[in-house]
């Protein structure tokens, strides 16, 4: 191991904790610390005290906001009758930059994980119910990861919201755009099969 000052590995241990940061990855980054200017670093530590003094989850739907509703929500050419509900903020992210949703969302804040002590009670599921009771929406789509959690939670949610006569689908789930099927595996390629739908 490198022989660091203390200030320095105190930094590392500290970098290491991101994820996906390993080791080496920590120290280039502390290279670039000491190479900036006072002013680059201060811009820096503000901009992460700014993230954790400002960013709450919205009132309606718990994605990353600075106001009480996030910008989705506020949003009035967004289609209010369609919410899709995700895992966590950063799956919001993804399927906007998809740009072809177009609806609200609901973020659940977790998955239903008995192995890692969550169970539903942990996740932001009143709010959802909450919502289909208020009346105007038309569908529910239920857009959770496509491990086991994710099919844990979103089979959880079909037997809950189902009796609210509210319409429900599941985000399709196989073969990625550009891919070949030899090299899909065969859980892939099956919920490929069990996707599919009418053309």
Do not use: W
């Not at 290491?16 to 670093?41: C, N, W, Y």
């Not at 539903?120 to 009346?135: A, H, T, V």
């Amino acid at each position: 191991m490198a022989n660091y000052t203390a200030s320095i590995e105190k930094l590392i241990e500290c970098l290491i904790k991101l994820p996906g940061v390993g080791r080496r990855s920590a120290e280039r980054m502390v290279a670039h610390v000491l190479g900036a200017t006072d002013e680059e670093i201060k811009v820096l530590s503000d901009a992460l005290l700014k993230v954790k003094e400002n960013v709450r989850s919205c009132r309606i739907c718990n994605n990353l906001s600075e106001e009480d509703t996030c910008k989705i929500c506020q949003d009035l050419g967004r289609q209010k009758d369609i919410v899709c509900v995700v895992e966590k903020p950063s799956d919001v992210t993804a399927i906007e930059k998809a740009g072809n949703f177009h609806g609200l969302y609901h973020v659940l804040l977790g998955s239903i994980s008995p192995l890692e002590g969550r169970g539903p009670s942990d996740l932001k599921i009143e709010g959802l119910i909450q919502r289909i009771k208020e009346g105007g929406l038309k569908e529910v789509i239920i857009a959770t990861d496509a491990d086991t959690e994710g099919e844990t939670t979103a089979m959880y949610l079909i037997k809950l919201l189902k009796p609210l006569g509210i319409n429900l689908s599941r985000i399709g789930l196989g073969i990625p755009v550009g891919s070949n099927l030899e090299y899909a595996d065969s859980t892939t390629l099956s919920k490929s099969l069990e996707s599919r739908r009418a053309i």
